[in-house]
């Protein structure tokens, strides 16, 4: 019988090989498990103290149906059905707005721009944009929108103000989901005859729709829980106002804030107002993510 010693040189290098990397695949595999849960507990412990704090809330029908009119901070009563209204309605605005300019700057990002001047400058554009504070965005809007336009303070110059917050989440996250599409997609639809602009609509966007909607996803969670905005350009409502050019509006951010200022730390009315307008927002935002998957299963290209 031979010993292990006695075996080829190169067995033995192999062996020993094998041996380190199953050891060093084991101890990466750990480490990443762990970083996950160290990663994961925070969101956890977050998402499970908003649930237990506001479930009581959100689970009454008045929450849904009523606002805060003829309420005090201090009564309990009332409900967030004006906030919830009013973040919809922004939440629209912004989608309305963002996503087609995005969409539009991503493609030519991708398609169109190559290495032009035009294409580095809007590429630099929108670095700068990505890195813009909220609070800097809500000035500006201020001055251009209130001060130099003389245009009242409204939930539509929110939405403005939170445009630029979404518009470059949006064209990065659609240059780059264009950019991975396989270019042999587009040039079998152009042996075919097909022009550019048309590839790119019924291949090209198709193909990436779902990366783009999680852009777009990212970039409308991101500014539905935005208050800088909020406090510079709009009052904060406790009744209903569907006018988004005039008068103070209620927000569930908004609505978080004037709750927190009522003294939500020692009063148990405010503070249950405060976690139940963070869970509905949470909800909301949850809903919105799950109609907009489904929506981009729709729109995805058939498997044949």
């Not at 030519?108 to 504070?133: C, K, M, N, Q």
């Not at 270019?183 to 990436?208: C, F, H, M």
Request: glycine share 10%; with cysteine.
């Amino acid at each position: 019988m031979t010993s292990i010693l006695d075996r080829p040189l190169k067995w033995r290098t192999i062996s020993g090989l094998s041996w380190r990397r199953r050891l060093a695949n084991g101890l990466a595999a750990v480490l990443v498990t762990a970083s996950m849960g160290v990663a994961l507990a925070p969101l956890v412990w977050v998402l499970g103290s908003v649930v237990v704090k506001g479930f009581r809330l959100v689970t009454t029908s008045v929450w849904w149906t009523h606002s805060q009119a003829g309420t005090t901070t201090l009564d309990p009563g009332g409900g967030a059905y004006h906030a919830i209204i009013g973040t919809l309605l922004l939440g629209v605005a912004c989608a309305a707005i963002s996503i087609p300019l995005g969409v539009l700057v991503g493609i030519y990002l991708a398609e169109y721009g190559g290495r032009g001047s035009l294409a580095r400058l809007v590429t630099f554009t929108v670095d700068i944009l990505a890195g813009v504070p909220s609070i800097i965005a809500a000035l500006f809007i201020y001055a251009v929108w209130i001060l130099a336009l003389g245009q009242s303070r409204s939930q539509f110059a929110v939405a403005l103000a939170l445009v630029i917050l979404m518009l470059p989440v949006i064209a990065r996250s659609t240059e780059e989901m264009l950019r991975i599409v396989p270019l042999d997609l587009r040039e079998a639809s152009y042996a075919l005859g097909i022009p550019k602009w048309k590839t790119i609509v019924r291949v090209v966007l198709p193909t990436a729709m779902s990366g783009i909607m999680t852009g777009i996803l990212l970039a409308l969670a991101r500014v539905l829980g935005e208050t800088s905005p909020l406090l510079i350009l709009v009052g904060y409502s406790h009744a209903m106002n569907f006018d988004m050019f005039g008068g103070f509006m209620g927000s569930l951010p908004g609505m978080m804030y004037d709750q927190t200022t009522a003294g939500a730390g020692s009063n148990p009315v405010p503070a249950g107002r405060l976690w139940g307008a963070a869970l509905t927002l949470i909800f909301l935002i949850a809903m919105i993510n799950v109609g907009a998957r489904v929506l981009a299963k729709i729109l995805a290209p058939k498997k044949t």
